[in-house]
């Protein structure tokens, strides 16, 4: 809810880490995506063309940063973080805050003078809406050929259209559930990530586990055949 409050006062476009998915429904006006390795078209350039940049709590590993190559180029930096040991541990920043997410982002909302309209970031959302409308029609069930995963990640907004817990596997199949728009995470604090050292399978046991956290959700798993075949047996087992 910081999150967000601070982003509309700004008129600010957020982007998001996979595990940071869920922080804000990727239905909203503000929310373009996600970054590094799974950054598509519209949530690459507010990132490639800002002038200013607020990391809150992520790590800016690998995958995140591309190596440095998915950064931007110019922008001044403000990083977030309740650790001081991720202070500029990758990244120098013009701003160093070290403290909670959650009473930062309140504090900055609280104290900064709201924009009315950023005329950037209509540009921005007019943008993404073409894109989300080519990925639209490129995923349409009507299309003729092969089905593709990105068409079925892209049909599971339709199918729970009231929102659901999406659990990443890891594999080529899955990679698919990364990509905002194919699939968006709408429902608060509704992805679970395996974060960078992926284990083959940790998606399937992971369903469970958020099933059994979540009990009135739709939890989702997005798996190949041979992620499944190492930890299909956790499905009789949660059974029995």
């Given at each position: 809810d910081a999150l967000v409050a601070l982003a509309e006062t700004l008129?600010?476009?957020?982007?998001?880490t996979p595990s940071g998915r869920g922080s804000i429904s990727e239905t909203h006006p503000l929310a373009f995506g996600t970054v590094g390795l799974y950054r598509t078209r519209s949530s690459a350039r507010p990132v490639d063309e800002s002038d200013c940049v607020l990391y809150v709590?992520?790590?800016?590993?690998?995958?995140?940063t591309g190596l440095g190559r998915y950064l931007p180029a110019t922008a001044r930096v403000i990083q977030v973080d309740v650790d001081p040991f991720e202070i500029e541990r990758t990244i120098a920043a013009d701003v160093a805050v070290v403290g909670d997410a959650k009473l930062v982002l309140e504090q900055l909302a609280g104290t900064t003078p709201p924009v009315r309209e950023r005329p950037w970031t209509a540009d921005l959302?007019?943008?993404r809406a073409a894109y989300e409308q080519a990925v639209e029609s490129e995923c349409s069930p009507d299309n003729a050929g092969p089905l593709r995963t990105k068409q079925v990640v892209h049909a599971l907004n339709r199918v729970f259209a009231d929102g659901f817990v999406l659990v990443h596997e890891n594999g080529g199949q899955d990679l698919w559930s990364y990509y905002c728009p194919f699939v968006k995470v709408t429902t608060h604090r509704g992805c679970v990530a395996p974060a960078e050292q992926t284990v083959m399978g940790l998606g399937v046991a992971g369903a469970i586990g958020a099933?059994?956290?979540?009990p009135g959700a739709d939890v989702v798993c997005v798996c190949g055949d041979g992620a499944f075949q190492m930890y299909m047996k956790e499905i009789p087992t949660a059974v029995q």
């Open positions: 008129d600010a476009p957020v982007v998001t709590g992520t790590r800016l590993e690998e995958f995140q959302a007019g943008f099933k059994l956290a979540r």
